[in-house]
């Protein structure tokens, strides 16, 4: 079964850059559908990209476009969240998701079967 960690939280200034990465530490990641979410304490799980196993689909949350990107790094079997501009409102704890044959509806959290643990990312203005 697909194990996914999630690592690269920390806490930075507003308008910082940093880049979280998610492992599968039980196998490949590559034919997989990635996506990123997050929560904020007493707020919904919220969608913030996704990236299709084909890399066919990409997608964002509107309060993250153009400040995000999705990306793959399959010889080092990581997905990789990079997060530039870094508002107070991103605080949140970051979650890895991954699921196989998801083509579309990438914003819902249903879809998705595996969840790591999740990594704190704080954004202090």
């Known amino acids: 079964q697909v194990q996914l960690v999630e690592s690269g939280g920390a806490q930075v200034q507003a308008g910082d850059s940093l880049r979280l990465s998610c492992s599968n530490s039980?196998?490949?990641?590559?034919?997989?559908?990635v996506g990123w979410f997050r929560q904020a304490p007493g707020k919904d799980r919220e969608f913030v990209a996704a990236?299709?196993?084909?890399?066919?689909?990409?997608v964002y949350a509107d309060s993250v476009q153009g400040r995000f990107t999705i990306s793959r790094d399959n010889a080092k079997n990581q997905v990789y969240l990079q997060m530039n501009d870094l508002k107070p409102d991103d605080t949140a704890v970051y979650y890895c998701?991954?699921?196989?044959?998801?083509?579309?509806?990438?914003?819902?959290?249903?879809?998705?079967?595996?969840w790591g643990q999740g990594t704190q990312v704080t954004v202090s203005s």
């Open positions: 998701s991954a699921t196989d044959g998801l083509g579309y509806y990438l914003r819902d959290s249903s879809r998705y079967k595996y």
């Open positions: 039980n196998g490949v990641l590559k034919v997989y559908t």
């Open positions: 990236l299709t196993w084909a890399g066919g689909n990409i």
